[in-house]
Nanobody, 121 residues
């Protein structure tokens, strides 16, 4: 079994910063890509940022220059540093990690439970 636990969300004023963290635990053999997606009310979930096992990153255009994704392979953790936050960044943020367990021969996407980020004055 694999579990992803997110932390770091909350309420912040426009221009502020938040740091989201997601830690995976369980019967983990290897982790491929990691990422963060978000879903605002009435909108589809969108991929915000991702990072491969080799450290190659992707960012959706709306967060480039403001958000930074990183990973700690020893701790099975992915972090999203969010700076210069805007009201339009308000959403539930979900982490995902592409994980292979010891008793599986393939990688599977696991998701966190979601964490609220609200940007408002």
């Amino acid at each position: 079994q694999v579990q992803l636990v997110e932390s770091g969300g909350g309420l912040v004023q426009p221009g502020g910063s938040l740091r989201l963290s997601c830690a995976a635990s369980g019967n983990i053999f290897s982790i491929n890509s990691m990422g963060w997606s978000r879903q605002a009310p009435g909108k589809q979930r969108e991929l915000v940022a991702s990072i491969t096992s080799g450290g190659v990153t992707y960012y959706v255009d709306s967060v480039k220059g403001r958000f930074a994704i990183s990973r700690d392979n020893a701790k099975n953790t992915v972090v999203l540093q969010m700076n210069s936050l805007k009201p339009e960044d308000t959403a539930v943020y979900y982490c995902n990690e592409n994980i292979r367990t010891y008793n599986s021969g393939r990688f599977v996407n696991y998701w966190g439970q979601g964490i609220q980020v609200t940007v408002s004055s």
